[in-house]
């Protein structure tokens, strides 16, 4: 369904299968999280439209270059971001094969366990 909102005075259309993605407006959509209506009868939320056409980018496509300094915001909508698992996670080489990259938690890579196992 095709949606039309009002961020901080610009109106934003999308759809609900997008917007939706966004905690935040599912909770509205289920009336858990109270907001206002702007004169055409539009969600209202009072938050910055330029910030929040990065949020609507990202949420469109997970693969956009959501600018770091704007992370609050993704809080601020409740939407699920993967930037501060990628840091915790970071790989380190395959003990082995020092060619694949494994989980600091591993010492081998898969490939490397599927072998050994077989072996
Ligand atoms: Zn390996």
Known sequence: MI???NVGGK???TTTETLFLS???KEISEDKIKCEKD???YIFIDRSPK???HVLDFIRDDKYPFPDEYEYELDFYKIQYKFAETIEKELVPCKKCKFRQTEPKYVYCDFCVRGM???
């Open 23 to 25: 905690k935040y407006f």
């Open 11 to 13: 109106l934003f259309t």
């Open 39 to 41: 004169g055409n009868g």
């Open 3 to 5: 949606i039309t909102i």
């Open 117 to 119: 196992l077989q072996a």
């Open 51 to 53: 910030t929040f056409q």
